[in-house]
């Protein structure tokens, strides 16, 4: 991330780099949660939901769907809203 990045192009990269993760899955996932909640967050949720787009598909896929526990050293607020997210 550019430190001299506007809060607004910093919302318009996270829905990007949501919508296009690199599986058709987790596009619809991620591009829904980032549209519905990524206009919304504070610098701080912005913050960490960077964070969590760095995590591999297979993984943050395994965590929505149950498949896999969520780790607790990695749970926040911005995972929290994620977990819960309906995505149809």
């Known amino acids: 991330m550019n430190k001299n990045e506007t809060i607004e192009n910093k919302r318009k990269r996270l829905i990007f780099r949501s919508e ?13 949660f980032a549209k519905k909640f990524i206009p919304k967050f504070s610098e701080e949720e912005l913050a960490l939901y960077d964070e969590l787009l760095n995590e591999s598909d297979p993984d943050l896929y395994n965590w929505i769907t149950g498949i896999e526990t969520f780790p607790a050293n990695k749970m926040n607020s911005v995972y929290e809203k994620l977990l819960s997210h309906k995505f149809g």
């Open 20 to 32: 296009h993760r690199g599986t058709k899955e987790m596009d619809l996932v991620m591009g829904s």
